[in-house]
């Protein structure tokens, strides 16, 4: 294991022991990438510590892409940036915990600011600062997963604002989120059940269909026992369900392409399909891009045409 896997390891290790700003999007269920059940799994060590640590360029380019954004949002905003990835607990409930991306300060910050923080000695500091890459376009604000995070932190670091320098490919934009106390007290108490009811009491929260919960369900049990059985009748009623969904699932789709041939039928070579002499779908040609990660080549395929009923058929 190199030296930064091995930081990694530690890092994922230290941060069982309390919840992150990460987290607690999941635990409100705000994450696409974490759910309530995922980061119990994890919190109980029922997750191996190396899932956080394989190959992922998503996120390494995340981390290596920190050294450049600080001083760009540096040189685009005049604000210093120091403490870089220190690592908070609150005084007060010491599983609240957060990882910075740096404090933000609005004069050259002295050495050691992270440990003066830690004494309460420099309170010279305006707020948080929270890097992100992210693949589409600007945002109109900071998404609410990512608010999550940000008031998590300033709830942790004491603090009334929060930056986040966020590089959209290669748009680079900086948000600006102020303390929301409301929300915080809010999250401290969801927190604070999920943390005392769940993860130190060894309860499962209510377990979900989430990507994160099957993720972690696949971890946990990669492989079966051979010739091994166990009863299942107290969740007899979930296997109908899941039979009854799949029929569904099946009768709904075959419902569609029959549905979606008679309007290809009906619409022939044209561009639109109108009722009532509005536009109600169309069949428009596109086509498919894809890049080659390793040499970097985009291939585009052949036209083909794709159809789509109009937004007030989809509402």
Partial sequence: MTAGVQERADWLERRRSGIGASDVAGILGLSNWASPWSIWADKTGLLPIDEGLGDDDPREFGQRAEAMIGPWFHDRTGLHVAGEQTELKSKSSPHHMATLDGFVTDTEPPIGLAELWELGVYRDVEGVLEIKTDYGRPWDEVPAHYQAQGQWQMHVADLDRAWFAVLHSRRFRVYELERDQADIDFMVDKVDEFWHDHVRAGVAPPIDGHDATL?????????????????????????????????????????????????????????????????????????????????????????????????????
């Avoid at 536009?279 to 080549?297: I, P």
Wanted: with cysteine; proline share 5%; hydrophobic share 35%.
């Fill in 215 to 315: 993720a972690a369900l696949a971890s946990i049990y990669p492989k079966h026992v051979p010739k091994s059985t166990t009863p299942i009748d107290d969740v007899a009623g979930a296997l109908r369900l899941l039979v009854e969904a799949k029929a569904a699932k099946k009768e709904a789709e075959q419902s569609a392409d029959a549905a979606a041939a008679v309007l290809r039928w009906s619409i022939g070579d044209n561009y639109e399909g109108t009722i009532g002499g509005q536009r109600a779908v169309t069949l428009g040609n596109q086509t498919r891009k894809t890049t080659c990660k390793h040499c970097g080549e985009t291939d585009e395929s052949a036209p083909f045409r794709v159809l789509r009923p109009a937004k007030e058929f989809t509402e």
